[in-house]
């Protein structure tokens, strides 16, 4: 679930060279989410996003059924579950319904939701196929009602983690045939992987770096600056939770400064900044925008969503973006980690 953590005080740190400090509560509004330390992946889904999580899944399944494994994923991770949850979930919705929503004749309300198809077996409605003793009619029609449901019914199974998929689906779906399951778990798992493996962009592509990470100059230089030009837009490098959207700046005798104008070498703080909270605890941080983000705290982005435009607000000498990457949703000196290297093991050349 998510948590917001609104600090007080944030610890003084050093962020590429910009010191960031604290500027009180009113400005630090920390959203950390998107189960932190979870298995299960989290990707808003770009249409190569989803091409992609069609293609594991197999053959017959298409960019419709993709989103709805998205969500299934996305709900699991919601849930701080583990990524198995979302291999069982999805086997079981490959199984079901070849995760299509579906109406049923037998329950004439379930064709005032959106649907992709009908089915005729019993009063079974949706991508998990439930009974109306599941739930309200909307919720099972729902992908992510009904996948809550689901994960609410694997999750009182007694240690279901240790479970073949097979068995922990067939326990939940109390299925007359369990054995049918086991067919879709390759797929189930490979789809999971893709949807947590989200499509990683240059988030000011053409503009290379011109100041690297942690440097013999500048050992505590935490990420690398973008030469881009003020003005340039500077889009989301992958898909995520925006958690971070701040103006942080303050003169060398520490008084707040604006960040709509430019700083400069002897101020302190990144600027207008914006943090995304990825997958796998990756998180992104864009420093120095020129002016407020267009984007705000609790925002989902995919990959080349704009978040706002390049300057020099804060800690700078000149416009580029300051870009970081740190290994944690609650990112410290110690989380940081090279740029380029990160990317590059993303197949994106900063
Ligand atoms: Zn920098």
Redesign the pocket.
């Known amino acids: 679930m998510k948590r917001l953590f609104v600090l007080g005080v944030l610890i003084s740190m050093v962020v ?3 010191m960031v400090v604290a500027i009180g509560a009113a400005q630090q509004d920390r959203h950390h989410a998107i189960g932190a330390g979870a298995g299960a992946g989290f990707c808003a889904a770009s249409e190569a996003d989803l091409e992609a999580v069609a293609d594991a899944l197999g053959d017959g399944y298409g960019t419709t059924q993709a989103e709805h494994a998205v969500t299934i994923v996305q709900t699991a991770a919601a849930r701080d579950l583990p990524e198995q949850a979302a291999v069982v979930a999805l086997a079981t919705a490959m199984q079901e319904s070849g995760i299509r929503v579906l109406a049923n004749p037998a329950v004439p309300a379930s064709y005032d939701f959106p649907h992709d198809g009908e089915g005729g077996d019993h009063d079974s409605i949706g991508i998990y196929q439930q009974r109306p003793h599941w739930g309200p009619v909307e919720v099972l029609m729902d992908p992510a009602g009904s996948a809550d449901l689901f994960y609410d019914a694997l999750e009182r199974i007694d240690g279901w983690e240790d479970l073949p998929v097979t068995v922990a689906a067939q326990e939940v779906q109390v299925s007359a045939y369990p054995d049918a399951y086991a067919d879709d778990e390759a797929g189930a798992r490979a789809a999971v992987e893709a949807a947590g493996a989200c499509e990683w962009i240059h988030p000011v592509a053409g503009y290379g770096v011109n ?1 690297g990470w942690r440097t013999a100059e500048r050992p505590t ?1 935490n ?3 973008l030469g881009a030009p003020r003005g340039e837009p500077i889009l989301a490098a992958s898909a995520g939770e925006v958690v971070t959207v701040v103006c942080n700046a303050r003169t060398p005798a520490g008084r707040q400064y604006s960040c709509d104008v430019d700083g400069n070498p002897t101020m302190m703080g990144c600027g207008w900044y914006v943090e995304i909270a990825h997958a796998d605890s990756v998180l992104t941080r864009y ?1 120095h925008m020129g002016s407020r983000p267009g984007v705000s705290v609790g925002d989902t982005v995919a990959a080349g969503d704009l978040l706002g435009y390049v300057g020099s607000s804060g800690r700078s000498s000149g416009p ?1 973006l ?1 870009l970081e990457v740190h290994r944690s949703h609650q990112p410290n000196f110690d989380t940081a980690i090279s740029p380029v290297d990160f990317f590059e093991s993303r197949e994106v050349t900063l």
């Open positions: 590429g060279g910009c100041s230089h990420g690398v600056d420093c580029h300051h």
